[in-house]
């Protein structure tokens, strides 16, 4: 089933599709772009990656090493970025004095002028449409695990309108760097070097790693993560205008040879259900996983990652994207169907009779006495 499709992988500062630039996975070069709230720069690997642009490598020798081969990773999200001063200050005073963002929290002077609160700088997905009758049996366990054993942090609502699932940036990156991270650039004949491209590791420059130490921050990734799982810490930390950072995130438990994702002790074979709601019929809905970096306060939106499927017969040999796939991906948001009907009021599948918490149990079972420093024994409990 999975040959019928091809990713493509695509970036951009928003979700307007015509802001987004096809990503050149696996490659060392990375992908850039500047606007007035921050410079990005951007790598994307895919283990087995069989996807555009055509003749992409299958993989990056980013997954050869430490800590990704151990983990086998099967996915990065590398990250350069320096965040700028909005020109226009979204913060509120109010009548005592006190300066607010659009929630009504307190955000202390220094914060507002000097960068973006380490509480407020989200990365994520969401979707700006309904899934809830498209999530497979399992879907709920599956949640319960990522958050249970992956990412405590995470927080969101996949029943909503627009469903959304973000974590604070700080606790789900799994490595930070405060300064320029290295920059590996391809090798050319003849000469010395690494070959994939932003390589991110937890840490510092001279500089960052004395501002880390005088904030309390774990030098470990892991225990920063859970450090960061507190609001007040969370607090003290500032994404500092004008100060570049590096940052990665990378798991082994999406698939995107297979389509599947693969937790400890739970399988779920997604393309089954993405092959059953007709990707041709309903092309703004059920092809796309989106990352996102915002701004939890202000809204403002950072960086767009779409991973995209697209049925192969939309493709052309150059790899270029026929017009009625083009048309589709630029389609306003919103339900329609195939005809420009409304969809139906999406409802919750029933579950075909997948017992949840017996799942749940049997995957706490398969990690008990696991340190989150050790791999788990991978699971092969496929939910049908």
């Known amino acids: 089933m999975a040959e019928k499709y091809i990713i493509r992988v695509t970036a951009g500062p928003d979700y307007d599709m015509d802001c987004q630039q096809e990503v050149p996975v696996n490659s060392p070069r990375p992908l850039k772009f500047s606007t007035d709230l921050m410079d990005i720069e951007l790598n994307v690997r895919v283990q087995h990656y069989r996807g555009l642009p055509r003749n992409s490598p299958s ?14 990773d099967q996915y990065s999200i590398s990250l350069k970025f320096t965040p700028k001063k ?41 979707f700006d449409h309904p899934i809830r009758d498209r999530l497979p049996p399992g879907f709920g366990t599956a949640m319960n ?37 290295k920059e590996e650039e391809e090798k050319k004949d003849g000469e010395e070097g690494g ?46 205008y004008g100060r ?44 796309q996983l989106r990352y996102v970096l915002r701004n939890r306060s ?41 005809k420009g009907e409304p969809l139906a009021d999406p409802k919750p599948k029933d579950n075909g009779g997948f017992d949840e918490d017996k799942a749940l149990e049997e995957a706490k079972k398969k990690l008990e006495g696991v340190s989150l420093d050790e791999k788990p024994d991978g699971g092969n409990d496929d939910v049908d």
């Open 195 to 240: 070959e994939v491209g932003i390589w991110v590791e937890e840490g510092g420059d001279q500089a960052g790693l004395e501002w880390r130490s005088e904030l309390g921050v774990p030098e470990d990734a892991k225990r920063r993560m859970k450090w960061a799982l507190d609001k007040a810490n969370k607090e003290k930390w500032v994404w500092e």
């Open 244 to 287: 570049t950072y590096g940052a990665d995130f990378y798991n082994p438990y999406i698939d995107f040879k297979d389509y599947a994702l693969r937790l400890p002790g739970f399988n779920l074979p997604i393309m089954k259900y993405w092959d059953g709601q007709g990707l041709r019929n309903h092309p703004k809905h059920s092809h």
């Open 298 to 338: 202000t809204g403002h939106v950072y960086l767009v990652v779409l991973f995209t499927l697209h049925l192969a017969e939309d493709i052309n040999e150059d790899g270029s994207l026929k017009p009625a796939a083009i048309e589709a991906l630029r389609t306003s948001s919103g339900a329609e169907g195939e």
């Open 59 to 72: 993989t990056s020798p980013y997954f050869d090493r430490e800590p990704h081969k151990y983990n086998n």
């Open 145 to 181: 695990i990522v958050k249970w054993w992956i990412d405590p942090g995470l927080e969101g609502d996949a029943y909503a309108d627009k469903p959304y699932l973000y974590g604070a940036a700080l606790s789900s990156f799994n490595a930070v760097h405060v300064g320029p991270p």
């Open 86 to 126: 909005p020109q226009e200050d979204m913060t509120t005073l109010t009548e005592g004095g006190e300066r607010v963002d659009d929630e009504g929290e307190e955000v202390p002077d220094d914060v507002a002028t000097r960068g973006i609160s380490g509480n407020d700088l989200q990365f994520g997905n969401d």
